[in-house]
């Protein structure tokens, strides 16, 4: 089979799907706008396997070529190429597509914050109560992947996992339904873990971004779990009131839970776990990297990595659970929303530091100068703005035992770094760097 990767990508997600179909002994080439310096290694270690590569430009003749194309999720399903595509897949239609899939139970996650945090979440309480689960999708790990480690259990013979959890992002959602349509399977559960305008930059409207959401939630699926906010707007979806729809703050005990781990708290009651189980599987679950991860404490001040904030509104609520006075770094590219979500988390810092980007200097600086809120900044590198803000934070615990700095962007990484993660990984390297005169 000759396979075109449409978009590389810059989480490993293009690598794992060229990998699998070399691996198969397909014939495999990439597509990619980049130069070959900037994909890096991995490409390099993807034509040592034998892959062609076509770099800087995209070609009608490759899209002809192929039997398959492989679409990146970032790649617009407008673009002109895919009119010459005869079979267009994704790594998620593609693993849903599997019979080795069908015995499965899936469990679908989607939502504008939250999602990693609760696919985590759920992964973890199942494997530590005897249900073997594999989680893959948006947080980077490749339906490819989790397909070949599915293929070489059945060679070894040892048997699947009982569950498997998906993270979908809109765009994802939105390619799986292209691609399978009405062929795709029916998931064992999903769940909503929150809805708030986001990538604004690449819909037209908020309405045009939760069709993409809605796509789950309007399909043959029967058992779903919602925030009590959107409840009422899922309920109005053609056929669903004859579902079986549940809010996060409909279970048992879910009052008592962190916001940001309710709706695994919910789908793992849903599942029928008891409370005693799940409560003890949740003390050994750390979080997940990115997403209000505690670095750690040096001088006083607690270092909070929270770089996944990439809307205004996620700010606010990263910010509202932080039980210390803080000093904030927020600020990037524009993702076309509004900074409104993000004026309480703004106007509680002790201080602001800003980020480079043009949201920072097209929305952010006069949204803060009209709110009269201070700031320092805008800054050309995340050292600048660490090193300030570590300056203030420190001079406070003079008065207050403990104080945190907090990376919380509220918007893109692009420009300044290579993704979020990238931003938040550099974060924690200047974190590792601070010399902790307590010890």
Same mark, same amino acid.
């Given at each position: 089979?000759?396979?075109?990767?449409?978009?590389?990508?810059?989480?490993?997600?293009?690598?794992?799907?060229?990998?699998?179909?070399?691996?198969?002994?397909?014939?495999?080439?990439?597509?990619?706008?980049?130069?070959?310096?900037?994909?890096?290694?991995?490409?390099?270690?993807?034509?040592?396997?034998?892959?062609?590569?076509?770099?800087?430009?995209?070609?009608?003749?490759?899209?002809?070529?192929?039997?398959?194309?492989?679409? $990146?999720?970032?790649?617009?399903?407008?673009?002109?190429?895919?009119?010459?595509?005869?079979?267009?897949?994704?790594?998620?239609?593609?693993?849903?597509?599997?019979?080795?899939?069908?015995?499965?139970?899936?469990?679908?996650?989607?939502?504008?914050?939250?999602?990693?945090?609760?696919?985590?979440?759920?992964?973890?309480?199942?494997?530590?109560?005897?249900?073997?689960?594999?989680?893959?999708? $948006?947080?980077?790990?490749?339906?490819?992947?989790?397909?070949?480690?599915?293929?070489?259990?059945?060679?070894?013979?040892?048997?699947?996992?009982?569950?498997?959890?998906?993270?979908?992002? /809109?765009?994802?959602?939105?390619?799986?339904?292209?691609?399978?349509?009405?062929?795709?399977?029916?998931?064992?559960?999903?769940?909503?873990?929150?809805?708030?305008?986001?990538?604004?930059?690449?819909?037209?409207?908020?309405?045009?971004?939760?069709?993409?959401?809605?796509?789950?939630?309007?399909?043959?699926?029967?058992?779903?779990?919602?925030?009590?906010?959107?409840?009422?707007?899922?309920?109005?979806?053609?056929?669903?009131?004859?579902?079986?729809?549940?809010?996060?703050?409909?279970?048992?005990?879910?009052?008592?839970?962190?916001?940001?781990?309710?709706?695994?708290?919910?789908?793992?009651?849903?599942?029928?776990?008891?409370?005693?189980?799940?409560?003890?599987?949740?003390?050994?679950?750390?979080?997940?990297?990115?997403?209000?991860?505690?670095?750690?404490?040096? $001088?006083?001040?607690?270092?909070?990595?929270?770089?996944?904030?990439?809307?205004?509104?996620?700010?606010?609520?990263?910010?509202?659970?932080?039980?210390?006075?803080?000093?904030?770094?927020?600020?990037?590219?524009?993702? $076309?929303?509004?900074?409104?979500?993000?004026?309480?988390?703004?106007?509680?810092?002790?201080?602001?530091?800003?980020?480079?980007?043009?949201?920072?200097?097209?929305?952010?600086?006069?949204?803060?100068?009209?709110?009269?809120?201070?700031?320092?900044?805008?800054? /050309?590198?995340?050292?600048?703005?660490?090193?300030?803000?570590?300056?203030?934070?420190?001079?406070?615990?003079?008065?207050?035992?403990?104080?945190?700095?907090?990376?919380?962007?509220?918007?893109?990484?692009?420009?300044?770094?290579?993704?979020?993660?990238?931003?938040?990984?550099?974060?924690?390297?200047?974190?590792?760097?601070?010399?902790?005169?307590?010890?």
């Amino acid at each position: 089979m000759r396979v075109l990767i449409f978009g590389l990508g810059i989480l490993g997600g293009g690598f794992a799907s060229a990998s699998y179909f070399l691996d198969h002994g397909d014939e495999v080439r990439i597509t990619d706008l980049r130069s070959e310096k900037e994909l890096g290694n991995p490409i390099q270690m993807l034509k040592e396997k034998g892959a062609t590569l076509v770099c800087g430009k995209h070609r009608e003749e490759d899209f002809l070529w192929a039997d398959l194309v492989v679409k $990146n999720p970032a790649v617009s399903p407008k673009s002109p190429y895919l009119v010459h595509a005869k079979r267009v897949t994704s790594d998620i239609a593609y693993f849903m597509s599997s019979p080795l899939v069908d015995s499965l139970k899936a469990i679908a996650v989607t939502g504008t914050k939250g999602k990693t945090t609760t696919v985590a979440a759920v992964t973890h309480i199942l494997n530590a109560t005897g249900h073997e689960t594999v989680q893959l999708g $948006n947080m980077g790990i490749s339906g490819f992947s989790v397909l070949m480690n599915f293929e070489e259990r059945l060679h070894n013979g040892r048997a699947l996992p009982e569950y498997v959890i998906l993270e979908l992002s /809109s765009w994802q959602i939105r390619d799986l339904y292209a691609s399978m349509g009405p062929k795709i399977p029916n998931f064992h559960l999903v769940a909503l873990t929150s809805l708030f305008p986001d990538h604004l930059n690449n819909y037209v409207d908020y309405q045009s971004y939760k069709d993409d959401k809605w796509l789950l939630f309007g399909s043959r699926n029967t058992r779903m779990i919602v925030p009590k906010n959107v409840y009422s707007e899922v309920m109005e979806i053609s056929d669903i009131k004859s579902r079986h729809v549940r809010t996060t703050e409909s279970f048992l005990g879910a009052e008592k839970i962190s916001v940001k781990i309710r709706t695994a708290w919910s789908i793992c009651r849903s599942l029928r776990l008891g409370i005693k189980q799940i409560s003890e599987a949740l003390l050994t679950f750390r979080g997940v990297p990115h997403r209000q991860e505690q670095l750690g404490v040096k $001088n006083h001040v607690v270092f909070i990595n929270d770089s996944s904030a990439t809307i205004p509104e996620a700010v606010t609520f990263s910010c509202a659970n932080c039980p210390w006075a803080y000093h904030l770094i927020c600020g990037g590219t524009d993702k $076309n929303l509004k900074p409104d979500g993000m004026l309480q988390a703004a106007r509680d810092a002790s201080s602001v530091y800003l980020l480079d980007g043009s949201f920072t200097k097209d929305k952010l600086i006069p949204f803060l100068t009209e709110h009269d809120i201070p700031y320092s900044g805008p800054f /050309s590198s995340l050292k600048e703005a660490f090193d300030k803000a570590y300056k203030a934070a420190k001079s406070d615990t003079a008065i207050l035992p403990h104080v945190a700095l907090i990376l919380s962007p509220g918007a893109a990484s692009f420009g300044m770094f290579r993704h979020e993660f990238d931003r938040g990984d550099q974060f924690r390297r200047l974190f590792e760097a601070v010399e902790d005169i307590d010890r």
